[in-house]
């Protein structure tokens, strides 16, 4: 069936380092990746997304690749803040079209003054 | 103000007992969706629905039910069949074919 595995399941870095993330997908047809982050308490939010037609997206400080072939797709993050601190989540979106999400583990990630 | 609302935030169920968590949002999306979220497991679909009247299992639906009986609601009941009910519960949104999902506040389900 459809799953999204994601790795590391936690992870500590100091302030100012960078932070990656990975993710592995099952359903070759898979179209759609967004990564979210959820402070604790809160919402997951939409931080950056990509489709499968395009290999890398940048927004400031955040970047994800994806490697179609491979069937993974990766989070960075660099000059990490404490306010990074949160779980992240990706997922990917299965070819059924239906919208939905399967979403991965979540990371949780700590980042250190 | 636009946006996906969930209630209650807690809410508390006895063993045996139904309750029913509810969903509305009102950004005219067609799809919406119930997961679940324990520590460590990511969140997991237990049903969506992508338009009025019709609704789909997801991964974990044991236990659970839903209507869709108008484009902006989506409850989930949790029944007495759900032998581990106590966890978090997101209900999110979104356009059909690929986009972004808008997630609600959340509950936090606890069997007493």
């Known amino acids: 069936g459809e799953n999204v595995e994601q790795h590391p399941s936690t992870l500590s870095v100091q302030e100012g380092d960078s932070a990656v993330i990975k993710c592995t997908y099952s359903?070759?047809?898979?179209?759609?990746f967004p990564w979210y982050k959820q402070e604790l308490g809160k919402r997951p939010q939409l931080i950056i997304d990509?489709?499968?037609?395009?290999g890398e997206k940048k927004d400031q400080r955040i970047a994800v690749t994806l490697n179609k072939t491979a069937k993974h797709f990766s989070l960075h993050i660099t000059e990490t803040q404490p306010e990074d601190s949160a779980v992240y989540f990706c997922a990917a979106s299965p070819s059924s079209n239906t919208g939905k999400l399967i979403f991965g583990q979540g990371t949780t990630l700590q980042v250190k003054p | 103000d636009g946006g996906i609302t969930q209630s209650p935030k807690y809410l508390f169920r006895k063993e045996g007992q139904n309750v029913t968590l509810s969903c509305e949002q009102n950004?005219?999306?067609?799809?919406m969706y119930w997961y679940r979220q324990d520590p460590g497991q990511g969140l997991r679909l237990i049903y969506y629905?992508?338009?009025?009247?019709?609704?789909q299992k997801g991964d974990i639906a044991e236990g659970y039910s839903v209507s869709r009986e108008k484009k902006e609601s989506f409850p989930l009941t949790v029944t007495s069949a759900q032998k581990n009910p106590t966890a978090f519960y997101l209900c999110a949104s979104s356009q059909m074919g690929g986009s972004e999902a808008f997630f609600g506040q959340g509950t936090r389900l606890t069997v007493v």
């Open positions: 990509i489709r499968s037609n395009v």
């Open positions: 950004l005219n999306h067609d799809a």
């Open positions: 359903d070759s047809a898979s179209n759609y």
């Open positions: 629905s992508q338009i009025v009247n019709d609704f």
